[in-house]
């Protein structure tokens, strides 16, 4: 139940294309989904979160689309350049009261996208 | 500002050694975070400290002794590791909510240690 299960394991796209990443959990006491990218050697960088009661959020290129029903969320990388590629990693966030969140991460997408 | 500081970013130690890592945020934060990140893995959860008060250990062995001496800084103290304890070692922060929502977490930039 505190797993989020993501989706590919690595993806390929072309310069301006789109990519696609999906993710999954079961806990429905999880009420934050952020996504996080990751270069090599460097720690994960916040990019876009979304909570359960929007359908869908949009920053730049990057958009979140969040199924409640299904419980199911996923990050679009519009017009993708070479300097999108990176690992990405969906989380949820169990809540702690009073403490903070636990981040539950998903196994993690690497992205490459080629010029 | 953002910015989580982790000290140092490399780390090479011998399995009798100590050491300690450095973690230092200045965003009022008041939940803290060790993460344990092997090659091509998610982030694994460690310790949590909110209130600089020890709030979670995720069953992390003793070797591994983490510290909070107060609201900014972190600090995690090495002792007597093992080679497959070499990993990048992440600090996080976020706020603490005394509502049950979720929040941000913000990501140093890691140790990378390497235990020989």
């Known amino acids: 139940q505190q797993q989020v299960k993501q989706s590919p394991q690595s993806l390929i796209v072309q310069k301006g294309g789109i990519s696609i990443i999906n993710c999954a959990y079961e806990?429905?006491?999880?009420?934050?989904f952020p996504w996080y990218q990751q270069f090599p050697g460097k720690g994960p960088a916040l990019l876009i979160a979304i909570r359960p009661d929007v359908s869908e959020k949009k920053e730049g290129r990057f958009t979140i689309s969040f199924n409640k029903s299904a419980k199911q969320f996923s990050l679009h990388i519009m017009d993708s350049q070479p300097g999108d590629s990176a690992t990405y990693f969906c989380?949820?966030?169990?809540?702690?009261?009073?403490?903070?969140?636990?981040?539950?991460f998903g196994q993690g997408t690497e992205l490459s996208v080629k010029p | 500002d953002t910015e989580v500081t982790q000290t140092p970013k490399h780390l090479v130690m011998g399995m009798t050694n100590k050491k300690s890592l450095k973690c230092e945020q200045h965003m009022g934060h008041r939940a803290m975070y060790w993460y344990k990140q092997k090659a091509k893995k998610p982030p694994e959860l460690m310790f949590v400290?909110?209130?600089?008060?020890?709030?979670i250990n995720e069953s992390v062995p003793s070797r591994f002794s983490p510290e909070c001496p107060n609201s900014s800084l972190l600090n995690l103290h090495l002792h007597a590791l093992q080679p497959e304890d070499s990993a990048l070692y992440l600090c996080?922060?976020?706020?603490?909510?005394?509502?049950?929502?979720?929040?941000?977490?913000?990501f140093g930039q890691g140790t990378r240690l390497t235990v020989v």
């Open positions: 996080a922060s976020s706020q603490v909510t005394g509502a049950l929502r979720g929040t941000e977490a913000f």
């Open positions: 989380a949820a966030v169990g809540r702690l009261y009073n403490q903070g969140g636990k981040l539950i």
């Open positions: 400290y909110s209130y600089e008060k020890l709030s």
């Open positions: 806990n429905t006491a999880f009420d934050y």
